[in-house]
């Protein structure tokens, strides 16, 4: 008996084994390609079956997918993946890969805040946010110990929550999206516009630390508009606690403490008097093991 997870993000694919719970093995990667992009994720969870052994004795597959997705149906339509923008049906493509399997879908957030709740920051914790800060901006919602998917499986995608402000356009259609603004994409974008001649948003925060203007102010327009929809998001959730993962999550001081200070500023209501907002704790692979957790159970959503 076989169970796999799949992280489905906006520039690399991953899957791996699941044992022990939640745990994820033997993890293997691959980039999103331009083109052929179901080819190439079908050769990666080909690849890791047959590593774990008999391709036919796959049971379980959970899916993490960065969004929008709509599980009702099983597809998804990844903004940064033009080839599916339109929508794919990956529960269909990937049972058909493994027909004895049972196969789970969930957005990249979810399974973020089933991550942190299972083995992260969010463990003990009733009411809470987890939000990946990467090259885009996503999230879940944890409510009385479970995450909450909504009508489609959008619920907690605070990427496209409006903020104050800002006039950038946004891939989803709409203008000033915290992800337009906030992502690490968009900040190398901004950072390019103002002179700036890196490429990531991994260069960008050396870059920052290293003095240079350009790549601090990116930071801090990021660290900004990130605290204004945070405090948005808690004040209509009503919750004590917020994690943030993703790798430009790791940028350090420079773009977190003008995240704390906004937060501070917009989150005002007695009620948000006790916010937290925290850095996660599982630094990598948080897709993955929320996939994990998913394919384990549905009773989690």
């Known amino acids: 008996m076989t169970v796999l997870a799949l992280d489905i993000g906006a520039t690399k694919f991953a899957a791996g084994v699941v044992r022990d719970g939640v745990e994820v093995h033997d993890v293997r990667r691959v980039d999103v390609p331009p083109s052929g992009v179901w080819e190439a994720c079908a050769g990666l969870l080909r690849e890791v079956a047959a590593a774990a052994g008999d391709v036919s004795a796959v049971t379980a597959v959970g899916i993490g ?3 929008p997705v709509d599980v009702r149906i099983g597809v998804i339509n990844p903004l940064n993946i033009p080839e599916w923008k339109s929508g794919f049906a990956v529960v269909e493509a990937v049972a ?17 805040a089933l991550a942190e709740f299972h083995v992260g920051a969010l463990r003990g914790v ?20 479970r995450v909450v998917v909504g009508r489609t499986g959008n619920a907690g995608h605070i990427g496209h929550i409006v903020v104050p402000g800002w006039d950038v356009p946004c891939a989803c259609g709409g203008v000033g999206c915290v992800e337009a ?15 700036w001649t890196g490429d990531t948003g991994v260069q960008l925060a050396a870059a920052a630390n290293e003095g240079d203007e350009i790549a601090v102010a990116a930071l801090h327009r990021s660290g900004t ?16 606690t917020v994690v943030i993962g ?3 999550a790791e940028s350090g001081a420079l773009l977190w403490d003008p995240l704390r200070a906004a937060v501070r500023e917009h989150a005002g209501l007695q009620y948000l008097r006790e916010l937290r907002v925290l850095p996660s704790r599982v630094t990598h692979g948080a897709t993955l093991v929320g996939a994990a957790a998913l394919a384990r159970s549905e009773d989690l959503v």
């Open 246 to 248: 993703g790798g430009f």
């Open 181 to 195: 603004v906030a992502s690490g994409m968009s900040s190398v974008r901004w950072a390019r516009s103002q002179g």
């Open 65 to 67: 997918s960065a969004g």
């Open 225 to 240: 508009a990130l605290g204004q929809a945070i405090a948005s998001a808690s004040a209509l959730l009503d919750i004590d």
């Open 96 to 112: 058909a890969l493994f027909p004895t399997a049972t196969v789970r879908l969930a957005i990249d957030g979810a399974c973020l």
């Open 126 to 145: 009733a009411n809470a946010l987890a939000m990946t800060v990467s090259s885009g901006i996503g999230g879940g919602i944890i409510e009385d110990g």
